[in-house]
């Protein structure tokens, strides 16, 4: 509408150029592509006038969203605007792996992403289909930086289960239980665990967080096909 590209400008108009190269680094977007393209510079601001257009109280998103809507915030206080509530959460890498951790933080590329299906386990995932991807995971034996099945554990599987469960036979070294990350991390580091007993534990684990989900949206298959419209790109 008018008045969403209105806010845009008004956006614009409230913040420097640097500003906005600042806020460009989210989905992928480096400071530096300004340079190339100009149209990557609306970006932000139409990112911040997303938030207003809906006049909304709280904007959620990964730590890649800060800097869009920070340059928000400071468009508020100019503007005279709702000044809304922000919050971050870690972003997941990728199963697929990057193999550098400076990209990853940088500009998203090694995040999770719904345009590779392998990257990511996904809301309404079968067993099987999470089983599937994880034993696909880049799990690097005895490293734990850039390792995204340990990063799945500390990030998501600890939190909400406060422990990690493998099951493995006695000549591998017989089932055992971690009860906080840095005891699971060292025995990965130190060769204890190896990396295929890992992703089945961690499976095993996803699978039964997301189990509530899933039976969620069997009981809402009307719900079921938003969430894979979103995954799918469709409005």
């Known amino acids: 509408s008018a008045d969403y590209w209105q806010k845009v400008l008004r956006v614009s108009k409230a913040s420097s150029v640097s500003r906005i190269k600042r806020a ?9 592509e300004a340079d190339v393209d100009a149209s990557k510079l609306i970006y932000p601001a139409m990112q911040a006038a997303d938030i207003f ?10 730590m890649d969203q800060r800097h869009a809507h920070m340059l928000a ?3 508020a206080d100019k503007l005279g605007w709702k000044k809304f509530v922000a919050i971050h959460t870690p972003l997941l890498m990728s199963l697929q792996g990057t193999g550098r951790m400076d990209v990853a933080v940088a500009d998203g590329e090694g995040k999770m992403s719904k345009s590779k299906p392998d990257s990511c386990v996904f809301l309404h995932d079968s067993p099987k289909e999470i089983s599937d991807k994880l034993s696909k995971a880049y799990c ?5 930086k850039g390792n995204p099945v340990l990063d799945h554990c500390r990030l998501i599987v600890f939190p ?11 000549k591998f070294g017989g089932n055992a239980t971690f009860a906080d990350y840095p005891l699971l991390e060292s025995a990965f580091i130190e060769g204890k665990v190896h990396p295929m007993d890992l992703k089945k534990a961690v499976a095993s684990a ?5 189990a509530p989900t899933r039976v969620y949206l069997e009981k809402h298959p009307e719900n079921l096909e938003k969430v894979k419209g979103i995954v799918e790109g469709k409005k």
């Open 53 to 62: 257009h809906q006049g909304l109280d709280l904007a959620l998103g990964g």
């Open 140 to 144: 690097p034996a005895k490293e734990s």
């Open 160 to 170: 909400i289960c406060g422990k990690l469960e493998i099951t493995r036979p006695e």
């Open 73 to 75: 915030r400071d468009a």
């Open 206 to 210: 996803l699978s039964d967080i997301l």
């Open 24 to 32: 460009m680094t989210v989905m992928g977007r480096k400071e530096d």
